[in-house]
């Protein structure tokens, strides 16, 4: 069976995502109170992201982040997603030109962060996604990831937070069972809040990952990342967010031939905006358009791509 | 009846507990920009630095000004601006009717209350923040020590320790839950209790508000606080909101078996086969 390189898609920013923990988001639940409606008028009430709502005399105030408070085992959060994107340079086995191609994403996922230690938390999830594509060469393909960990806030750091973790990750077509990729690897990052106001927030985060088992061994790479996302709260449940995201993947394989072998190296970075909107609580809907390019210095550009892709999706999140 | 009497007595000691010598009068230690004094009985006339202010007076700042008033007790009080504030010499009681205070009470004073139209705060030895806003917003917050906040005529007043916030619609029926807040981030931005505009307080006071803040930096070690908004929002987000679980996957390598490539439109392109 042929199977394509499934880089043009890859690239793309619904899969290439940074490496973090989970949100830590779960914890806040019971700690903050809900505001009665009959008491404020909902829409000006700040719950979306952290703050205290604005009022006239902030400046004199200062700024009103809440904090959460952790009471006890947090839930398992379950996330559920749906996106159409369409995207100018889909995966396909036979490919003479790009394959632009509308596809559908259907995630889901689980993920649990129990406090273990005195300012210590675990970090463990599970997620299955399918990719479908309506052009007829474009291949179908599902991703499955797991990963376990700990994490660490760093409050005499300017509340840095730093983590370790173990992933898997697998790629199949067609099959779960049947995997055309799969690897196992550590990564370490740390993640820092530069700037959060109640309508900005500017943030930086760095990682590194190490595999140590590569399902074919010649994928088995490491690779250094580095996010930049800016987010613009538009109103309380409506946000713009601009990011930035760039990795070298440093394969343990090597191009070119005789005295031009050297190791392969990608450097590929991702781009985009994304206006997102959450009509309540526990869902989201969203629209976004993201660039993304591969730079590999493989000879004559063989492993260089870039995709742009534009979607809708919508979300959910749930708790139990 | 006992549950009404108790209650009765309880409220009284707990206003009789936030008064101690009255206050009699106050000096102007600081005035930035337009800040007026309304005498009762006397025309307006614009604050300036070591004015007194006694009998009952009302200062208002306008935009942009900010004014500070040390009582003789050593009790401060810090406006914001657009604030009108009044107090009564002989007691302790003091008034906001529109903007933003600070108030730090020395513990060995007995206490003080203010005043709004429609809520009252009890303040026994302690720094709080007050804001009304007509019709809007009331915020409260307590920088160290603890005081009580309760909606006039009723009773049951719900304490708000340091590092705590009540947010509250002035007409609201009954007084939210505190919320905790960002003590170092908000002293980080705070014109009235940051250190830039009017320097800081009283050494004990401030010894008292960097007790509350390293408690909550305690907390946040252990693991009993979290910053929220801890994950950043990169490409893709999934749920729209703060967190991204993410991968990366690599690309197989062209010189993999079965690997073709071709150049399309000046883009060369890897078409690879796994097996």
Redesign the interface.
Known sequence: ????????L?LS?????????????R??GS???D??PA??EADTVDS???F??F???D????????????KGLPPVHV?V?SDFYWTDNAPS??????EKSWLWAG?V?L?WQP?IA????ADV?V?EQWFRFDQGDATDFE?F?AHAGVLK?L??LD?L?VYGRL?F?M?STGSFGDS??S?NRIRFGA?K?LV?TPHH?L???VSS?FDFDAD?E??Q?N?Y?L?L?Y?YFIADSL?A?A?W?G?I?D?N?S?GAGAFRED?R?FNQ???V?L???PCKNA???T?V?FSD?D?N?P???????VWTVGLGV?A?FEF | MKTVSTTALLSLLLLAGAHGDPLKSAKITQAVNDVQLFPEGSSARAAAVGDSVSGSTSVQTGRRA?AELTFTDNTVTRL????VFSFRSGGRDMELSQ??ILLQVPKTNGGATIRTATVTAAITGTTV?F?Y?AG??I?L?TLEGTQKLFINGHKNPVSVPAGQ?I???P????V??P????LA??????????KGLFGPLSPKAEALIKEALEQ??DQ?????????????????????????????????????A?SI?????G?????????
């Open positions: 069976m042929r199977i394509p390189v499934l880089l043009p890859l920013p619904s899969l290439v995502l940074a490496d973090v923990p989970s949100a830590m988001e914890f806040l700690s903050r109170p505001y009665d008491q404020l979306g992201h952290d205290a709502p009022s006239p005399a400046s004199d105030l200062g700024v009103q982040q809440i904090l959460g408070e952790y996330e997603s086995p036979t490919r003479a030109t790009d995630r996922a993920s406090k005195a300012g210590w938390f999830g997620e991703y990831a806030m409050p005499s509340d937070l992933e990750q790629l055309d990729y690897a993640q809040v959060n927030h943030s930086a985060g990952a074919r010649n994928l790479r690779e990342t996010d996302s987010t946000s967010t990011s995201r990795s993947w394969f394989s191009v392969r990608d991702v781009v985009g994304e997102t909107w959450l989201r809907i969203s976004s993201f591969n590999s493989t004559l550009g063989a492993n260089d791509s870039q979300g999140v | 900010r914001g601006q657009n604030s903007g933003s923040m804001e806003s809007k917003w915020k917050i916030m947010i509250m619609h007409d609201g029926k009954t939210p839950a919320v905790i807040i960002d981030r908000l002293l980080g931005t705070s014109a009235l209790a940051g909550q930096k946040k070690d252990n693991g009993g606080l979290i910053p929220t908004f801890a994950i950043i929002t990169g490409p893709g987000s999934r749920n729209g909101q703060n967190w991204i679980i993410g991968k990366t996957l690599p690309e197989p390598p062209m010189h993999d079965g490539w071709n150049v399309n439109q883009q060369p392109r890897c078409l690879h086969t796994i097996k």
